[in-house]
């Protein structure tokens, strides 16, 4: 791992973003996710943020993005009012089958369970409207979530996907290795998809199915 770029957590997001084909955002920037901010503002010429009024502009924008383009809209919003906020494009994204990961600047993992700082625990306020709402509580595992957050999001029915980002955590500075570009999982055999199998089974002198869940 010693020769692995040292980075926060912020830059560490950030980069995942680029890996996974994000070219945009959209947010109501908040101080609950500054370290993210600045590691945007480093990456300017690959990377477009657009700064809304409000943070359920924000998500409609976001939502609105991944319905016309297939790949996952973003959105970035602060913790209490503007996840509320953010909380009607969730939904919308939620039934309209649309992919869309929200970011959501956390409290500090120190003040956490303290009803400090406007603290909501959004696995819960957002697990009936989403596919997948979880906290990342260590920088280090940042690729994995988003790699995660990235093919929830597209894979099967799509649909949004909420990570909450303790700000504390987005300073921290670790060594970690990049995810690899998701791939969504298809869950239909296309046309072309049939054909290869049957022509697989036809050269086979002694195939073997496995039929169940």
């Not at 945007?40 to 700064?51: A, C, G, I, Q, S």
């Not at 494009?89 to 700082?117: C, K, N, W």
Request: proline letters at 6%; glycine letters at 8%.
């Amino acid at each position: 791992m010693s020769d692995i770029e040292a980075r926060t957590g912020g830059k560490v997001l950030v980069d995942q973003l680029l890996i996974h084909g994000a070219d945009c955002a959209y947010c109501v920037p908040g101080e609950s996710y500054l370290e993210v901010l600045d590691a945007l503002h480093d990456v300017r010429e690959r990377f477009t943020l657009y700064n809304a009024r409000h943070e359920a502009g924000a998500a409609d924008m976001a939502e609105a993005y991944g319905k016309l383009t297939g790949r996952p809209g973003i959105c970035m919003v602060t913790r209490g009012p503007g996840a509320c906020q953010a909380a009607v494009g969730v939904h919308i994204a939620y039934q309209d089958s649309t992919p869309m990961i929200l970011l959501v600047g956390q409290v500090g993992r120190d003040t956490m369970d303290r009803e400090s700082f406007q603290e909501i625990d959004y696995r819960q306020m957002f697990a009936p409207v989403a596919k997948w709402a979880a906290q990342i509580d260590s920088a280090a595992r940042i690729p994995e979530y988003m790699a995660r957050a990235f093919r929830v999001a597209t894979s099967g029915r799509p649909g949004p996907v909420v990570l909450a980002l303790p700000e504390d955590m987005l300073t921290d500075v670790v060594r970690v290795a990049d995810a690899r570009p998701y791939s969504p999982s298809v869950p239909a055999l296309t046309a072309d998809d049939a054909a290869a199998v049957m022509a697989a089974l036809a050269q086979a002198k002694r195939p073997l199915l496995l039929a169940g869940g």
